[in-house]
């Protein structure tokens, strides 16, 4: 009785509780409801490689353009401490960017989500 009064009520809210027959996204095909929550953990180890790449990108392209500032700013005091502050900024944004990342992971350990299964396992992006 329990379980039909929930199939009804997953009905009326229209969620699904057969496995993914035409999915909107590919590769969702056969997955059953109770795999979202693997699914969202992949999604959001995604998201976050992502951020970190992203930022790590921008303090790259900060240190470069602050280099070109430092070099081309023929001994103007201003233009060199506007490069100085600029490459120190950079710096500590990456310190910050990496930390948060590892204070989260810390975080997961202690919840027991980082055991490999089909919790959130986070690790470092790659290219390929």
């Not at 490459?87 to 055991?115: E, R, Y």
């Amino acid at each position: 009785m329990r379980k039909s009064c929930i199939n009804i009520m997953f009905s009326i809210f229209g969620i699904s509780v057969t496995p993914i027959d035409v999915p909107v996204v590919t590769g969702l095909k056969g997955r059953q409801p109770g795999d979202a929550p693997a699914l969202f953990a992949s999604l959001l180890s995604a998201i976050i490689g992502f951020l970190l790449v992203v930022a790590s990108l921008w303090a790259f392209f900060q240190l470069i353009q602050a280099g070109i500032l430092w070099i081309s700013s023929e001994g103007d005091k201003t233009k060199i401490e506007t490069a100085r502050h600029r490459i120190t900024d950079a710096i500590m944004g990456l310190f910050i960017v990496f930390a948060s990342w590892a204070v989260f992971l810390l975080i997961l350990q202690f919840l027991g989500m980082t055991s490999g299964g089909p919790g959130i396992n986070l690790k470092f992006p790659t290219i390929y």
